[in-house]
């Protein structure tokens, strides 16, 4: 099956800088990746995903690129703030998987002010 | 608009009792419907999916098990609590057709003492 692995566990930043996490997974099937952010205690919540016929995609402060050769993808956030601060899970699936997402460890991010 | 809905918020439960924890869904047909578990500082494991009415995949042998008695109703249930079957549980849907990424419920957050 899938296997998705996540890097880094924990990551700090100052806030106004850039932070990336960055995922690789297993199945060169796999076509869709999400991105979620988990604040503490609450349900992750989907704030980015990106389809295999794409390389890269933005939302304001957050983009994803994918690199199917390679078989990673990774989150950038920019321009950081306190409310950045969360745990963030990368997940990849495949049509052939009825969608069942496999998740990443995920990343906890610290924005300092 | 879809709505997911899960309860009880928290629980905390004997080890030996029972368990079983709801979740519903409103504003969709033949949703795809998951239970993850989520240990304390730890990712996403998927504990069982459905795609229809009293159809249930189990993706780890535990001490759990998952029923779909209605379209939108999916239930996690066990009869006796271990110890280590504390953690937060999410339940997900996520429409039937293609890939998407899951609206997950609020979380359960089971202690049991």
């Known amino acids: 099956g899938e296997n998705v692995e996540q890097h880094p566990s924990t990551l700090s930043v100052q806030e106004g800088d850039s932070a990336v996490i960055k995922c690789t997974y297993s199945?060169?099937?796999?076509?869709?990746f999400p991105w979620y952010k988990q604040e503490l205690g609450k349900r992750p919540q989907l704030i980015i995903d990106?389809?295999?016929?794409?390389g890269e995609k933005k939302d304001q402060r957050i983009a994803v690129t994918l690199n199917k050769t390679a078989k990673h993808f990774s989150l950038h956030i920019t321009e950081t703030q306190p409310e950045d601060s969360a745990v963030y899970f990368c997940?990849?699936?495949?049509?052939?998987?009825?969608?069942?997402?496999?998740f990443g460890g995920g990343t906890r991010v610290l924005v300092k002010p | 608009s879809q709505t997911i809905h899960q309860w009880p918020a928290t629980l905390v439960q004997p080890v030996g009792s029972p368990l079983s924890l709801e979740c519903t869904v409103e504003?969709?047909?033949?949703?795809?419907l998951y239970w993850y578990r989520q240990a304390a500082g730890r990712g996403l494991q998927l504990l069982f999916y459905?795609?229809?009415?009293?159809?249930i995949s189990s993706e780890v042998p535990q001490n759990l098990s998952a029923s779909r008695p209605q379209d939108r109703q999916f239930i996690l249930s066990s009869k006796k609590l271990l110890l280590s079957d504390s953690g937060f549980y999410l339940c997900?849907?996520?429409?039937?057709?293609?890939?998407?990424?899951?609206?997950f419920g609020s979380g359960t957050r089971l202690t049991v003492v």
């Open positions: 997900a849907w996520s429409t039937e057709t293609g890939i998407s990424g899951y609206t």
């Open positions: 199945d060169s099937a796999s076509n869709y």
């Open positions: 990106i389809r295999s016929n794409v």
């Open positions: 997940a990849a699936t495949k049509e052939a998987a009825g969608n069942k997402l496999t």
């Open positions: 504003g969709t047909s033949n949703p795809n």
């Open positions: 459905s795609v229809g009415i009293g159809q």
